[in-house]
């Protein structure tokens, strides 16, 4: 990958080991001393690292701390990081953050809680009432532009400093503010409503006497609240009773997790058995509940009632909670508050966006402090010439005020409408509908990006999941043969209604005597395998049938009997994953269909019409770190228990019987680009299942290390299971992906594709994507724990030359851990990166990553919930709304409605901003650098009404067409080194302002010195000209727009010299002196305005022709 990068030894004993905990330490350290490290040497730069794992973590720190210290740091920067520091400090001690605890809730008592607990407030507001003048004025203030021409303004105040009229200084000024300060105060007075609307939904109270109805704000914790069908949930609750009979209701968690599938959750099952509703007040009861967390797919608690003998003790987990912001979707529910306000899940998962700066500002910025150099240097330069005579600091001051000018306030004026504009057009552009601009702020970064971060599925995928492949071992069928599996099931099921459960498990209830036995000894058929497949994935899975007929699910009309709700045409399933919808969807097609299911509860329809009930005894929903799903039913008809189980390959291979199929199959259908499931069964005994169930029951109600107990109670059951079937499911990709992809990467874009997929299905994705073009090798990251494998693994891949990296997030962690940079490094010589496995932080923490180590701008781009935190943490985040909700889309500086839509967003819009707003800078400073010695009323309309709408239709010009921009993308990496915009394009707008401003002055002088008076009149009329000229010589593209303002500011210049003619005289030093307008009519004044303006305009562009001649930009060349 990179030969020249050397490499250097890592020292086992270091000075500065307690960088980690001890913990950390102790896992890692047995293995690495045993590792032959020396023999491994890793850096990359040749400063020789002599220390431990610990120097690479905090290498950029390490690096920082060196440079400190001095005058100079101090001048340049240190100051800020000290202020800062005290600040952070004083803040800490005056607003400590209170401590969270676990707590004991009564139910219906909140007068019973020891502690007092956070208001049920949402507040959304960056300011309030006392902190908004000063909070805006100091984001304001924060960069030099604007703190500069807050000086200069004060200075006028002063009599001795004075220049000029008050209102050339505070006018400009006091409009910047003003605009600012009406655009964050509308921003806030809506927040305010929008909270205002939140806090003030009433919600129904559950009290002694009855209903009471309560403000969402005054809900406390341990107070009883009803929350009604299609309802927002207004606080983390237990669920405790609902309407539905069945005891469970469905919520919809888009708001929350971005996710927009109904999830299922159950009421307490003491709660639920209860008569009434006012019996909830006639128990004795109390909730133990964790102390809140960041994680919202996990809870630990326990429900007891101490009002009878023996106390009634239930466990809680996630499926018992109702967290704030999610939307009950079935039924009525009543819960017990347990967090409130800051300390529910929705707000502790609320990052707030920082308010992101654009690279052009940053660099206008740099810029602006390098004119205020120049600027004192001169005003040095002429009090030097006096002699620093008399009052020579004040004189110095003066001169300071004097070339004010030379740093406009009209350019923040400019960019910031600028800016609006860009992203009005943007929004109406009808190549790329129902694009929206929610951060106006930054539109030029869409043209400086380097590194595109993305997910994958509903990004790169259409997250809809077809069936594709069911592989039995021996045989396997696609969708061209499942007409064949169809055919079996109706043939099976049409023997009659005891044989088929006979003939596919080998012997009707014997498996329920002899599970281990019957299984492995008996040749099944073809025909009973594929039964026995279809048959499991019918039964394993998360899926309920909703019935849009019907609302709700509800057991009194779904039964064997009302077989017309069964064959309703409005029936649609919901789950927590797409992939189990699409299996069930499948079976339901070749015949096996799921009718219903409650908690307990689950039936089949057969395609003779026949409905098999099976009793849900146990089930295991799917996790992360298990990677597998599992469920205990009892058939009705038979009595038989089984156990079934589906999940990765990586998972269940060490759980199933042994085969020499599986693993090969495995890598067969993830080569397609197919997400696989391995699916299994095991029959159990009477005696084996309670056994199973008295060890499961009791590691719920344990309090510490429940997760870990029932883990080890379940894998106990997971042994020797009988391996059905492999099915493969296709992630469909989105429309133009592959097209998109290739558009950005031949303009120089590195993508990243960031997923929690597993390795061998985002390898698929990024292959069929042509994220990996067709003749780059893919270097698989292997698996690594420790500092000793990290060693070799690098090594390894430093060998390799243009290759795409795959690696997943646990070695990615290790690897940070201890080769930060070196990682950083050789992964960003990388022409793509495929992260697999990655969590929401994870994505975030690659994002700071490649900002700290490579100083280029990012993008990131998603469509779920947990997308969210990479977009916000990225210079430029785009959201796509997607199946996943609109959570992504809402956080980003930028929405979309489809992928392919950024290819013209980047290529067409961000260049042309980055563009327009780098001529629009440069040309306002010019204007200003020209104009700094003239004073008075004329400067004003100079800067304004003369040539403000030439200089601001710049916004509309455009160096090559959206359609040539599309073709060759490569024009793109250009925009990406920042040359439009430097301190060498700076310097040669100073040197025009320079030449030009002297050729006006003295041209002026010489030509008319007979006619001094008339001074002012000649030489402004040869400064408009010329900046009109300039325009005009600047523009690429022209726009009617463009004609119009060049003839407007004319007219309005040609107007001025009529009627404000006083001002264009010397009447104040020479009382009468005035301009004369039958001068301005005679040939002479014409043609030696002329003569100035074409001296000061000609040699300009006979340049500009011999550049553009002799070494022509890119893109002329594609215009020509």
Known sequence: MADSIPLNPVRKNSRRIPYYNSARLSRFSLEDELSNLDEMPLMMSEEGFENDESDYQTLPRARAGQRRGGLGWFLLGGWKLLCGSCCDCLAHVCWRKKELKARTVWLGCPEKCEEKFPKNAIKNQKYNVFTFVPGVLYQQFKFFLNLYFLVVACSQFVTSLKIGYLYTYWAPLGFVMAVTMVREAVDEVRRFQRDKEMNSQLYSKLTVRGKVQVKSSDIQVGDLVIVEKNQRIPADMIFLRTSEKTGACFIRTDQLDGETDWKLKVAVGCTQRLPAVG??????????????????????????????????????????????????????????????????????????????????????????????????????????????????????????????????????????????????????????????????????????????????????????????????????????????????????????????????????????????????????????????????????????????????????????????????????????????????????SVGLTLVNRDLTSLQLKTPSGQILSFHILQIFPFTSESKRMGIIVREESTGEISFYMKGADVAMATIVQYNDWLEEECGNMAREGLRTLVVAKKGLSEEQYQDFENRYNQAKLSIHDRSLKVAAVVESLEREMELLCLTGVEDQLQADVRPTLEL???????????????????????????????????????????????????????????????????????????????????????????????????????????????????????????????????????????????????????????????????????????????????????????????????????????????????????????????????????????????????????????????????????????????????????????????????????????????????????????????????????????????????????????????VSCLPLYILKYLKRKFSPPSYSKLST
């Open 279 to 588: 019996d909830l007040f006639s128990i004795s009861a109390h909730v133990y509940a964790q102390k809140p967390q960041l994680d919202i797919h996990s809870f630990e608690g326990n429900f007891t009632r101490d009002d009878c003998e023996p106390q009634i003790h239930e466990s809680l987990s996630i499926e018992n909670t109702l967290w704030a912001s999610t939307v009950v979707a079935s039924g009525t529910v009543i819960g017990v508050v347990i967090y409130t306000g800051k300390e529910t899940r929705s707000v502790l998962n609320t990052s707030f966006a920082q308010n992101k700066v654009g690279l052009l500002d940053l660099e206008l910025n740099r810029l602006t402090k390098a004119l205020f150099l120049a600027q004192v240097v001169l005003s040095v330069v002429m009090v030097a010439l006096q002699g620093f005579v008399g009052p020579w600091f004040r004189n110095l001051f003066r001169f300071v005020v004097l070339f004010s000018y030379i740093i406009p306030i009209s350019l923040r004026v400019n960019l910031d409408m600028g800016k609006s504009a860009y992203g009005w057009m943007i929004t109406k552009d009808e190549n790329i509908p129902g694009t929206v601009v929610r951060t106006s702020t930054i539109p030029e970064e869409l043209g400086r990006l380097v590194y595109l971060l993305t997910d994958k599925t509903g990004t790169l995928t259409q997250n809809e999941m077809i069936f594709k492949r069911l592989h039995l071992g021996t045989v396997s069928y696609g969708t061209d043969t499942m007409d064949e599996i169809q055919s079996h099931i109706i043939q099976s099921y049409a023997q009659g209604p005891s044989q088929p459960s006979a003939g596919a498990a080998a012997g009707g209830a014997t498996p329920s005597r002899k599970p281990q036995t019957s299984g492995p000894k008996i040749r099944k058929s073809v025909s009973s395998r594929i039964h026995e497949a279809v048959k499991a994935i019918a039964l394993c899975h998360n899926v309920t049938p909703v019935y849009e007929s019907h609302p709700g699910v509800n057991g009194e009309t779904e039964s064997a009997e009302a077989d017309q709700d069964f064959s309703d045409d409005n029936r649609t399933y919901q789950a927590s994953s797409p992939d189990e919808v699409a299996l069930v969807r499948w079976t339901e």
């Open 744 to 1094: 950005l990467r031949n303009a120089g874009i590195k993508i990243w594709m960031l997923t929690g997929d597993k390795l061998e299905t985002a390898t698929c994705i990024a292959k069929s994507s042509h994220l990996v073009s067709r003749n780059q090798e893919i270097h698989v990251f292997r698996p690594v724990s420790n500092r000793g494998e990290a060693h070799l693994e690098l090594n390894a891949f430093r060998r390799k030359h243009d290759c795409t990296l795959v690696v997943s997030g646990d070695s990615l962690e290790v690897c940070l851990r201890y080769y930060e940079h070196e990682f950083v490094e050789l992964a960003c010589q990388c022409p793509a990166v495929v992260c697999c496995r990655c969590s929401p932080t994870q994505k975030a923490q690659i994002v700071r990553l490649l900002q700290r180590h490579t100083a280029n701008r990012t993008c990131a781009i998603g469509d779920g919930g947990n997308d969210v935190s990479m977009i916000q943490a990225a210079d430029c985040g785009i959201g796509i709304e997607g199946k996943e909700g609109k959570q992504a889309s809402l956080a980003a500086d930028f929405s979309i409605t489809q992928f392919r839509h950024i290819g013209r967003l980047l290529m067409v819009h961000g260049r042309n901003s980055y563009k327009r707003s780098a001529a629009l800078g440069q040309f306002v400073m010019h204007r200003g650098m020209i104009i700094s010695t003239m004073q008075g009323f004329l400067m004003v309309g100079y800067a304004t009404i003369y040539t403000m709408f030439p200089v601001f239709s710049l916004v509309l010009d455009q160096d090559v067409k959206p359609e040539m921009a599309l073709l060759y993308p490569e024009l793109y990496k250009d925009l990406t080194k920042g040359r439009s915009l430097s301190f060498k394009t700076f310097l040669i707008w100073v040197l025009i302002s320079v030449y030009q401003g002297g050729i006006l002055m003295y041209g002026a002088l010489v030509l008319f010195e007979s006619e001094f008076v008339h001074v002012v009149a000649i030489s402004f009329t040869a400064l408009v000209l010329t900046e009109l000229l300039m325009v005009a010589l600047t523009i690429r593209t022209w726009h009617w727009l463009m004609v119009l303002a060049e003839f407007f500011s004319l007219g309005c210049y040609l107007a001025s010299l009529a009627f404000l003619n006083e001002y264009f005289g010397i009447g104040r030093v020479s009382p009468g002196a005035f301009l004369d307008l039958t001068f301005i009519t005679t040939w002479p004044f014409l043609w030696k305005v002329s003569a100035i303006t074409l």
